[in-house]
């Protein structure tokens, strides 16, 4: 791999995109073991540069130029000012609101522009996903000049936010009475948390591209608690987090995302390492022994009991051990670069860590019990775990960033299936300000032959994981044109028509398919997808839905988990076993061809 030279996969570009799906997804799959994406060392380098300028350079410059509290260089003088830790949360809550953080550039599908985001929610006409139809005023589908108006407003209230000076703060100098700086006002907070609210009951979008359900708790926090109340809420709203992602990676699917995620890290130039995490490359591509042990101890066990220690630890060395293993926890997922890059949010996270837990000390009058009342621990504590228990439990209501099972590998999927020639539609869908990813792959200078076989290594990652095989089963069980189909991992799909991805199968569900149909008008047969909920904590089974964009929900239905896993990701012994629970009424033989469900 060189610095603007990539890895492309070794096939012959005049044959391949005429064989069969499976046999382009088994040469596809074991191409990633090797070299994942094989993308050019220019791509995570421009991530890099982004990261260092951006985020820290001009983020850190600001608050500290803004905050009174030194030159941006005097790291030792600013490290644990608490202003500088708040507007720092406020400042990447800017970023992914924007979409300049998480879920942007090439990684994450954004080829020309490599920015979704604000392109979308600050443009009337483009697409808007509700939460709940049952909220008045929310109804349809499509922004609207009151929805940019939110949007900005937004914008706007977090900028104001981290430039305007900290005020005075009783209870900040009744703990450190040499503070200068204060902290940020409480009436600041205001404005952001109720129009992030607004904002996300007209577009569920907005709400988790910013991050919502992690950085609104602690904009309320902000605005709410005496300080260190704040602080100690801040404990428990990461720590919910941390042992929220490790309970989510229980089950079957987390030793899935270990092997692909691996394969694709530029960190990991050996293919030796690559293929230690698969069980027999190139016969076996199941994750290995030592795939299981990095999922659940170097995952599950960190992120679980690391918090713990920190939340309850009063040793000064020990809270110190657990701080650096969180922070290389970080460290680690930031080096990956997975595929939805939430390269800030981990960056951020490490510095929380040492901030919270070596800034300011459980033993030095901010540990869990230091709370000014007991009832309120009682209060934040069960506010924060109840959508991650009720996600866990009914993840068909819950999306899976509040549940807190950020990447997991137990997601909401799809896989969206065209009929030759009819993706192009998708191309005149008015006030979208982007193009199908093959065509911005075209735009910039790649042959049609090779921006297909880039995109096809999109739907190869997703066979690598568990739902993916029972997606690709359905499809093949039910589509006799399987073959001839254009076959599109929905999560790039997804951002070319909203402006995000991040793993969350509700933003490209039943719903978002009937927006896109209003628009398009997809004649029977043209688009059939099939989508998945993600696995309960209770269950055994995914439940999956077989729909077809001009005829709605054709069948439902669900696989077991364990059949997904120990399947080779080309489905090398056919689809696995598949239980239909329900299917659409009768209709005409002709219908039910086009739809590519079987008729009933």
Same mark, same amino acid.
């Given at each position: 791999?060189?610095?603007?030279?990539?890895?492309?996969?070794?096939?012959?570009?005049?044959?391949?995109?005429?064989?069969?799906?499976?046999?382009?997804?088994?040469?596809?799959?074991?191409?990633?073991?090797?070299?994942?994406?094989?993308?050019?060392?220019?791509?995570?380098?421009?991530?890099?540069?982004?990261?260092?300028?951006?985020?820290?350079?001009?983020?850190?410059?600001?608050?500290?130029?803004?905050?009174?509290?030194?030159?941006?260089?005097?790291?030792?003088?600013?490290?644990?000012?608490?202003?500088?830790?708040?507007?720092?949360?406020?400042?990447?809550?800017?970023?992914?609101?924007?979409?300049?953080?998480?879920?942007?550039?090439?990684?994450?599908?954004?080829?020309?522009?490599?920015?979704?985001?604000?392109?979308?929610?600050?443009?009337?006409?483009?697409?808007?996903?509700?939460?709940?139809?049952?909220?008045?005023?929310?109804?349809?589908?499509?922004?609207?000049?009151?929805?940019?108006?939110?949007?900005?407003?937004?914008?706007?209230?977090?900028?104001?936010?981290? $430039?305007?000076?900290?005020?005075?703060?009783?209870?900040?100098?009744?703990?450190?009475?040499?503070?200068?700086?204060?902290? %940020?006002?409480?009436?600041? &907070? $205001?404005?952001?948390?109720? /129009?992030?609210?607004?904002?996300?009951?007209?577009?569920?979008?907005?709400?988790?591209?910013?991050?919502?359900?992690?950085?609104?708790?602690?904009?309320?926090?902000?605005?709410?608690?005496?300080? %260190?109340?704040?602080?100690?809420?801040?404990?428990?709203?990461?720590?919910?987090?941390?042992?929220?992602?490790?309970?989510?990676?229980?089950?079957?699917?987390?030793?899935?995302?270990?092997?692909?995620?691996?394969?694709?890290?530029?960190?990991?130039?050996?293919?030796?390492?690559?293929?230690?995490?698969?069980?027999?490359?190139?016969?076996?591509?199941?994750?290995?022994?030592?795939?299981?042990? &990095?999922?659940?101890?170097?995952?599950?066990?960190?992120?679980?009991?690391?918090?713990? $220690?920190?939340?309850?630890?009063?040793?000064?060395?020990?809270?110190?051990?657990?701080?650096?293993?969180?922070?290389?926890?970080?460290?680690?997922?930031?080096?990956?670069?997975?595929?939805?890059?939430?390269?800030?949010?981990?960056?951020?996270?490490?510095?929380?860590?040492?901030?919270?837990?070596?800034? #300011?000390?459980?033993?030095?009058?901010?540990?869990?019990?230091?709370?000014?009342?007991?009832?309120?621990?009682?209060?934040?504590?069960?506010?924060?775990?109840?959508?991650?228990?009720?996600?866990?439990?009914?993840?068909?209501? $819950?999306?899976?960033?509040?549940?807190?099972?950020?990447?997991?590998?137990?997601?909401?999927?799809?896989?969206?299936?065209?009929?030759?020639?009819?993706?192009?539609?998708?191309?005149?869908?008015?006030?979208?300000?982007?193009?199908?990813?093959?065509?911005?792959?075209?735009?910039?200078?790649?042959?049609?032959?090779? *921006?297909?076989?880039?995109?096809?290594?999109?739907?190869?990652?997703?066979?690598?994981?568990?739902?993916?095989?029972?997606? #690709?089963?359905?499809?093949?069980?039910?589509?006799?044109?399987?073959?001839? @189909?254009?076959?599109?991992? *929905?999560?790039?799909?997804?951002?070319? /028509?909203?402006?995000?991805?991040?793993?969350?199968?509700?933003?490209?569900?039943?719903?978002?398919?009937?927006?896109?149909?209003?628009?398009?008008?997809? *004649?029977?047969?043209?688009?059939?997808?099939?989508?998945?909920?993600?696995?309960?904590?209770?269950?055994?089974?995914?439940?999956?839905?077989?729909?077809?964009?001009?005829?709605?929900? %054709?069948? @439902?239905?669900?696989?077991?988990?364990?059949?997904?896993?120990?399947?080779?990701?080309?489905?090398?012994?056919?689809?696995?076993?598949?239980?239909?629970?329900?299917?659409?009424?009768?209709?005409?033989?002709?219908?039910?061809?086009?739809?590519?469900?079987?008729?009933?």
């Amino acid at each position: 791999m060189g610095f603007k030279t990539g890895d492309f996969p070794p096939v012959d570009l005049d044959t391949f995109l005429d064989k069969p799906l499976f046999e382009r997804t088994k040469a596809l799959a074991l191409h990633w073991v090797e070299y994942g994406f094989g993308s050019p060392k220019m791509i995570p380098t421009t991530y890099v540069v982004k990261l260092v300028v951006l985020y820290v350079l001009v983020g850190t410059t600001l608050i500290t130029w803004t905050s009174g509290v030194g030159p941006v260089w005097d790291v030792a003088g600013w490290w644990n000012e608490p202003i500088v830790y708040q507007k720092l949360v406020l400042w990447t809550v800017l970023l992914e609101a924007i979409g300049v953080a998480g879920s942007w550039g090439p990684i994450a599908g954004k080829f020309k522009p490599m920015t979704g985001g604000i392109l979308f929610w600050a443009r009337p006409g483009t697409i808007r996903l509700r939460p709940w139809k049952a909220v008045p005023g929310t109804d349809g589908d499509t922004r609207t000049v009151l929805d940019v108006v939110l949007y900005l407003g937004l914008l706007a209230s977090l900028l104001t936010a981290v $430039v305007l000076p900290g005020v005075p703060s009783a209870s900040l100098s009744a703990v450190l009475p040499d503070n200068t700086s204060g902290l %940020v006002a409480p009436w600041l &907070m $205001v404005a952001p948390i109720v /129009l992030l609210i607004l904002c996300g009951l007209r577009d569920k979008t907005i709400f988790l591209a910013s991050r919502g359900e992690q950085y609104l708790p602690a904009m309320v926090f902000f605005g709410v608690l005496p300080f %260190v109340d704040m602080i100690v809420a801040a404990k428990l709203l990461i720590c919910a987090v941390w042992i929220g992602a490790g309970v989510s990676k229980f089950g079957r699917h987390f030793t899935n995302v270990i092997p692909p995620m691996v394969s694709n890290s530029p960190c990991v130039p050996s293919k030796w390492v690559k293929r230690a995490h698969y069980r027999d490359f190139p016969r076996d591509i199941r994750p290995s022994k030592l795939a299981t042990f &990095m999922a659940h101890v170097g995952g599950t066990t960190v992120e679980i009991i690391t918090p713990l $220690v920190l939340l309850f630890s009063i040793n000064h060395w020990l809270t110190l051990a657990g701080v650096v293993l969180m922070v290389v926890f970080h460290l680690f997922i930031t080096s990956t670069f997975p595929l939805a890059v939430p390269l800030e949010w981990n960056i951020l996270f490490g510095y929380l860590a040492v901030f919270l837990f070596l800034g #300011f000390p459980n033993g030095d009058g901010f540990g869990v019990t230091d709370m000014s009342s007991p009832a309120l621990t009682l209060v934040i504590v069960a506010a924060l775990v109840f959508f991650p228990v009720l996600g866990n439990l009914r993840p068909d209501l $819950v999306s899976f960033l509040p549940s807190m099972r950020q990447y997991a590998g137990n997601w909401a999927s799809a896989l969206w299936t065209f009929a030759p020639g009819a993706e192009e539609k998708l191309n005149s869908i008015a006030h979208r300000p982007t193009r199908n990813q093959v065509d911005q792959l075209q735009a910039m200078g790649y042959p049609a032959a090779v *921006a297909e076989v880039t995109m096809q290594q999109t739907i190869a990652w997703r066979s690598m994981h568990s739902q993916g095989r029972g997606l #690709f089963s359905v499809l093949s069980a039910r589509l006799d044109d399987l073959d001839s @189909r254009t076959v599109r991992e *929905a999560e790039f799909t997804c951002n070319s /028509l909203i402006g995000f991805n991040f793993g969350d199968g509700h933003l490209h569900d039943a719903h978002m398919i009937s927006a896109v149909q209003r628009r398009v008008g997809f *004649a029977p047969g043209e688009l059939v997808v099939c989508w998945v909920e993600s696995q309960a904590i209770h269950a055994k089974v995914q439940h999956y839905q077989l729909i077809a964009a001009a005829l709605g929900v %054709v069948e @439902r239905g669900y696989w077991n988990v364990a059949d997904a896993v120990n399947e080779q990701p080309w489905l090398p012994n056919g689809p696995i076993p598949l239980t239909v629970t329900w299917r659409a009424p009768q209709r005409s033989a002709a219908d039910e061809d086009a739809a590519g469900a079987p008729a009933v």
